[in-house]
């Protein structure tokens, strides 16, 4: 809703009183202006505190009784009903806010564990790992107090530096457990495993192991889309990147050239060896000083404004250089321009990481 319509929805309920003396004044007397006073203290129930919602119950009933009184002449059975009426609804209106008042506190304390569980799996990365400056953002959705599945990690390894974005099918504590599952088996295979093929292997593994465990659809249908990628140490300048059936990454080059590292080789999400498998390929890149590598989940893509449109990062980010603002600046921008494309209100989690080569190296 765009901020007039919200401006016009807080104001709604003096306008239904005032709108009700205007037609009760500029109507004969046959006419009842009721459903006017009636209507405000409903519309205020959910909208305001509890002492707001009293305020507009009472200069409704205040109001209903002035127009009885204003029309002395009017049948006394009909005024008694409308003035009943607009008491009962007034009073009904209070039980309604308060009703209304403790679903948001449960809501409010279920976000609240939500937050913390979600800090718990996806724990702020430090802001240099193996020399490389890192940022990561996890974004809610505003829709739904769920936990979501989306997940990010970066490890510093023999191997250099790696990273994983993913998103768990499904919402709740099943997909945070999985996202766990994932992330540890991440942080394990890529200590011991030489390629992120074998690492990309051994994630394969997990899922399946835990999908055996489990009896009905989550051991057939559940999957996760993943991106892995590999900065290697000694200043090699090229990154591995190995896509499962994830949004692809973005690549923002020191003089403003912006790659997004589409996969040679398309492959399924993770859990789905059983449906379709063949070999895993990482795809090499050229990844000067001063890059940045910017991975993110669909929460981004599929962010939609009013007009149905999707948001297009790469389209939104091309031409403007990077490489001195830093990762932290990018992640501000981006989540900002997401949050500006869809008027505030995302229908998706989203987990963002992006890590920069040093300018000089």
Not at 116 to 128: C, D, G, I, K, Y
Not at 204 to 232: I, K, N
Not at 280 to 290: F, L, N, Q, S
């Amino acid at each position: 809703m765009s901020p007039f319509g919200r401006r016009l929805v807080c104001w709604l309920p003096l306008i239904l009183l005032v709108a009700g003396l205007i037609f009760d004044s500029g109507t004969p007397d046959r006419y009842t202006a009721a459903p006017f006073f009636s209507a405000a203290p409903l519309v205020a129930a959910p909208l305001y505190s509890l002492s707001s919602t009293a305020v507009v119950a009472a200069a409704a009933v205040i109001a209903e009784t002035w127009v009885v009184t204003y029309h002395g002449g009017r049948d006394a059975n009909q005024s008694f009903t409308e003035g009943l009426t607009v008491l009962v609804v007034a009073v009904l209106a209070l039980g309604i806010n308060r009703v209304v008042r403790m679903s948001d506190a449960r809501l409010a304390s279920v976000r609240d564990v939500a937050e913390a569980a979600q800090r718990a799996v996806l724990p702020t990365p430090a802001e240099r790992i193996g020399g490389l400056a890192v940022a990561a953002r996890y974004v809610a959705a505003q829709a739904d107090a769920r936990i979501g599945g989306d997940l990010y990690a970066v490890q510093d390894t023999p191997y250099g530096v790696r990273l994983i974005v993913g998103d768990v099918r499904g919402k709740g504590l099943e997909a945070v457990e999985a996202a766990v599952i994932v992330i540890g088996a991440f942080r394990e295979a890529a200590e011991q495993e030489a390629s992120l093929e074998a690492v990309a292997g051994r994630l394969e593994r997990a899922l399946q192991r835990e999908g055996s465990r489990r009896e009905g659809l989550d051991q057939f249908e559940g999957f996760t889309t993943a991106v892995l990628a590999e900065l290697p140490p000694d200043g090699h300048a090229a990154i591995r990147v190995l896509n499962r059936g994830h949004p692809a990454p973005l690549l923002l080059a020191p003089n403003g050239e912006l790659r997004e590292l589409t996969p040679r080789s398309p492959a399924l999400p993770l859990g789905m060896s059983e449906v379709a498998g063949w070999p895993d390929r990482a795809d090499e890149t050229a990844c000067p000083a001063g890059s940045i590598l910017l991975l993110f989940t669909d929460g981004v893509t599929e962010a939609r404004d009013a007009d149905n449109v999707f948001y297009e990062p790469a389209r939104r980010l091309r031409g403007r250089v990077w490489a001195c603002e830093g990762p932290e600046a990018l992640l501000d921008a981006l989540v900002a321009d997401v949050a500006a494309h869809t008027g505030g209100e995302t229908a998706d989690d989203m987990a963002l990481l992006a890590v920069q080569r040093p300018l000089k190296e």
